[in-house]
């Protein structure tokens, strides 16, 4: 995913919070994100285990948000917790785990989820699985990198810490530059 949807359901999260779920109309767009008809390279979400989404907090800090489709919840992987208490990470969060139960419910393809898709979502942020920077400005980096290897099934905080950020931003550099990196 990409910020352009996390700026679209937080302004239908508002939209919904104002009207009420009663006479809330969903943004279409939102619904193509999920059946993948929105991104160059979209992917059904419904043939997806898990979607990641980049998630900005007050401008200034990059999480990586997972959304859970097979457990019906979200984790948040954070690099530097120090950053947001988690009642702040909760109110970036909350849009989230409200509105992707009315997304996945209007795209029609999650019938198996059944109550999961009429009530907001759970979500957390783990503590133990990412390393905690003690840097400021890697972010990004780490937000990327977290998706990388947790979409692969790898292991976060022996992959990608402070003594190796400068490799992996390097390397993402070079990857860019060329070509060679996939979305």
Not at 7 to 21: H, N
Not at 110 to 123: A, E, M, V
Not at 130 to 154: F, T, V
């Amino acid at each position: 995913m990409n910020d352009l949807f996390c700026q679209q359901l937080m302004g239908s999260f508002l939209e919904y919070k104002r009207q009420g779920r009663k006479i809330f109309v969903l943004d279409a767009d939102l619904v193509d994100y999920v059946k993948g008809k929105k991104l160059q390279r979209g992917r059904p979400w419904s043939k997806c285990k898990a979607v990641y989404v980049p998630l900005n907090i007050n401008g200034k800090h990059w999480v990586a948000l997972v959304i859970d489709l097979v457990n019906c919840s979200l984790i948040v992987l954070d690099n530097d917790v120090r950053l947001t208490k988690l009642d702040d990470m909760g109110d970036h969060v909350r849009p989230f785990c409200v509105m992707i139960p009315l997304i996945l419910r209007k795209a029609n393809k999650f019938k198996h989820l059944g109550q999961q898709l009429t009530r907001p979502w759970s979500w957390r942020r783990p503590l133990d699985i990412c390393a905690q920077s003690r840097r400021s400005g890697d972010c990004g980096i780490y937000m990327l990198k977290h998706i990388e290897l947790h979409s692969m099934g790898l292991p976060l905080i022996e992959n990608i810490n402070d003594e190796n950020v400068e490799y992996h931003r390097r390397r993402y550099a070079i990857e860019i530059f060329d070509g060679s990196m996939e979305p």
